[in-house]
């Protein structure tokens, strides 16, 4: 790999700061509530309202300690009052009706941060402390290591987005171009070991009769906000610049457009930016008709194949455990964002089909490896 091909990676230095600032959050304590998270459980269990209630008031910052919050503490408060938001909810509850104070605090909150006036999918993980700190609503094992298994994850997604990003914007008759595919499919399987990982620490079971209720949405402003859930993770966005940015199914960008708001700004920017143009996938098609006898073209297109691979590696057996999952459960069917697995099988069958269409000009300019076919 040539220097200037490194060089040309800007972002990693930011997304070192980003894993840095992550950590930074997580020791933060703003609203001083390390000790009552020891014993949030026990309220939780016990279906404690009253005490739930009684913490908000006894913890929320007053105008001028909010107003002083830098960056990281604003974080970090939104994710301390979160677990309080998901733990009254659960139990029957709108927080906004119980703490009506919550309004004022929410909305300053989120505009500090640039995110939903709530706790999400990263206050919930990446920026909540490990260890004795870690912040759970439940005692259940299961609770910690359903968060471990984001973290692990959410940091290599990102990358492999940026990864991605950088394919947009090189040439697929390069030599670059299949090394920087599988630098982003390195990064990329490190969420299929956060999902193998999450199986293994996970019960189905328990995450759909104790967990999955504290995820729920809250009414604010007269609309719902969602709860942290693992449709959060940026995995969307990774579709969306492999294969999902020209596709024009109404029902898969309204799933992608629900959760756009509950990832980072600059994820959110990469979605609208490349929102209508052409796929990762379709490029390289492209680039195969028109440098039939290229070798770097071909060596892009087996390696852009190879990220397919990867990404059903991933998806069936996240489609399995979430079908496992909900079909335990029987007070409702759908997710926190109000759909149902069966939106993650359309998800795959249209993954699937850009994938085929690969396969098919692969085959068409005789560089396809009929050995090596992905299973879908």
């Known amino acids: 790999m040539s220097h200037s091909f490194k060089r040309n990676f800007f972002w990693e230095q930011s997304l070192f700061v980003q894993v840095n600032q992550n950590l930074s959050i997580a020791d933060l304590d703003p609203l001083e509530m390390d000790d009552f998270f020891r014993i949030l459980p026990e309220y939780n269990q016990n279906g404690n309202v009253r005490k739930l209630v009684e913490a908000l008031y006894k913890h929320l910052p007053y105008p001028d300690k909010l107003s002083g919050f830098n960056y990281e503490e604003a974080i970090a408060a939104m994710r301390d009052i979160g677990i309080l938001l998901g733990s009254i909810k659960r139990h029957g509850h709108e927080p906004i009706d119980e703490v009506p104070e919550l309004d004022y605090v929410l909305d300053i909150l989120s505009e500090k941060t640039d995110l ?33 298994s984001v973290k692990m994850a959410m940091s290599p997604v990102v990358k492999a987005i940026y990864y991605l990003v950088e394919l947009h914007n090189t040439d697929v008759d390069s030599e670059q171009f299949a090394e920087i595919c599988h630098l982003a499919d390195n990064s990329f399987k490190q969420m299929v070991q956060a999902i193998v990982f999450a199986m293994r620490k996970v019960d189905t079971g328990v995450f759909s009769k104790h967990l999955r209720f504290y995820y729920d949405p809250i009414k604010l402003y007269g609309r719902d906000y969602l709860g942290p859930g693992a449709v959060e993770m940026p995995v969307f966005i990774y579709d969306h610049l492999l294969w999902g940015a020209d596709c024009d199914d109404e029902q898969y960008y309204a799933f992608q457009n629900t959760y756009v708001p509950y990832v980072l700004p600059q994820l959110r920017d990469i979605y609208y930016n490349y929102k209508g143009r052409e796929s990762l996938s379709s490029k390289v098609q492209e680039a195969l008709l028109h ?15 190879n990220m397919f691979k990867t990404l059903v590696s991933f998806r069936m057996p996240h489609k399995r455990m979430a079908e496992d999952a909900y079909s335990k459960q029987s007070e409702r069917a759908t997710g926190s964002g109000g759909y149902s697995t069966g939106i993650l099988g359309a998800i795959i069958k249209m993954m699937n089909d850009k994938r085929h269409e690969l396969d098919c000009t692969m085959k068409l300019v005789g560089c396809l490896n009929t050995g090596n076919r992905i299973a879908g």
């Open 116 to 148: 939903p006036p709530r706790d999400t999918l990263l206050h919930y993980s990446v920026w909540n402390p490990s260890g004795q700190r870690m912040r759970t609503y439940t005692h259940f094992e299961d609770e910690a290591g359903l968060i471990e």
């Open 291 to 305: 440098n039939k006898n290229s070798e770097n073209v071909m060596k892009s297109a087996e390696a852009l194949r």
